[in-house]
């Protein structure tokens, strides 16, 4: 019989020598495209005044290309899955934070920066914090308000908005 408790599930879902690669080809990709583009602006000393806008852009390109390169080589090299990078609980864990945080930030373009937070503060509230929808909905608007006061108000920093602050006139 399978313990269902998933807290305790250890299963490895992605090693760390896994991880390493992916980053060191993440770092090599960066590295190439910071070299081309100071490629495409200049990168010599040909000027009677200095280098030109991407030498030193070029440099640090190369030398970040060619330390993932070699980053890379030394981790397939190594023999082995290696020691777990993460499990499943606390993959789930993350993702818990992480869906809910991406729903944030796409929902801002569509009903503004203040409907987002109050509804993602309210939700965090209720399914993480496990409080009362009532005081959740109630925090999470006191919350946009003061922030909609700070930036709007005050500071005279316009945040996104969507159809809500439209109807009001803002």
Do not use: C
């Not at 993440?26 to 583009?37: R, S």
């Not at 190369?62 to 190594?78: D, N």
């Not at 569509?110 to 929808?133: D, E, H, K, L, Q």
């Amino acid at each position: 019989m399978q313990d269902n408790d998933n807290s305790t599930d250890q299963r490895t879902v992605v090693s760390t020598r896994t991880m390493e690669i992916v980053v060191a080809l993440l770092f090599m990709a960066a590295g190439t495209l910071v070299m081309m583009d100071s490629l495409r602006i200049g990168a010599g000393w040909v000027d009677p005044d200095g280098p030109q806008a991407g030498y030193f852009p070029m440099r640090m390109g190369a030398i970040m290309a060619i330390s993932s390169l070699l980053i890379l080589v030394h981790k397939l090299r190594a023999g082995g899955p290696g020691r777990a990078f993460v499990n499943v609980h606390a993959l789930k864990q993350v993702l818990l934070v992480l869906i809910p945080a991406a729903v944030f930030v796409a929902a801002v373009n569509f009903v503004g920066m203040y409907v987002s937070a109050a509804v993602y503060i309210a939700s965090f509230m209720i399914y993480m914090g496990r409080y009362n929808w009532l005081i959740s909905a109630g925090i999470g608007l006191a919350v946009v308000t003061v922030l909609f006061l700070m930036f709007e108000v005050w500071f005279l920093v316009p945040l996104p908005k969507g159809p809500i602050e439209d109807f009001f006139g803002y």
